[in-house]
């Protein structure tokens, strides 16, 4: 599935292949998080990381006091997808949002919206990111913009060499270098 509509133009290619992201789907797509908000990650995009909000509880409800998604739902899909944006891009390095600013324009109501995030532009340590919640009638309920930074960690903290543990990267590493 392709963008909504065109205003990802200008959105980055996540690194990688094809196979690449479906591994990232696969370990990312399972954090801990993500099934608590009851949400789906879809990375089949080479520019889009999706994701969408598949099992809605009481706790999703509430929104201006209506069955509309609440905004601490909204606020923890929209930092979700930027952050597996920013894990992404970065290879698998510790990421973090240093920066979300979001904009609610109309109650969500749909069942299944989807958000969808993209890079716009990457620096070696931050990626600024966009995104748009997908209400049931194709049109965004929501925006956001944000900022993803490397983390720097020291070597105890994470995997052996300073980098996550969310893939063993040594493989596309070894892509890269060639």
């Known amino acids: 599935m392709g963008l909504s509509t065109t205003w990802a133009a200008d959105a980055l290619s996540v690194p990688g292949t094809a196979e690449d992201r479906a ?21 089949s995009d080479e520019r889009v990381v999706r994701l969408a909000l598949v099992r ?8 201006l006091g209506t069955e509309a998604l609440n905004g601490a739902i ?3 899909l929209m ?8 894990i992404v891009h970065f290879r698998g390095r510790t990421c973090g949002t240093v920066q979300l600013s979001i904009q ?21 340590s931050v990626v600024f990111l966009e995104a748009r919640l ?9 925006m956001a913009t944000g900022m993803v930074g490397v983390a720097r960690l020291a070597k105890r903290d994470s995997g ?4 996550s543990n969310w ?9 890269d270098a060639a």
Do not use: Y
């Open 23 to 43: 591994q990232w789907q696969a370990r990312l797509g399972a954090m801990p998080i993500l099934e608590h908000l009851g949400a789906a990650l879809d990375l």
């Open 79 to 86: 930092d979700c997808a930027m952050s597996v944006a920013g």
């Open 74 to 76: 909204i606020a923890g």
């Open 160 to 163: 052996t060499d300073g980098r």
């Open 104 to 124: 609610f324009m109309k109650p969500v109501r749909a069942a299944q919206p989807v958000v969808e995030c993209w890079a716009v532009r990457r620096s070696s």
């Open 56 to 63: 809605r509880t009481r706790a999703h409800t509430g929104g």
């Open 134 to 142: 997908i209400d049931g009638d194709g049109r965004p309920s929501v």
């Open 167 to 175: 893939l063993n990267t040594a493989d596309l590493e070894t892509r």
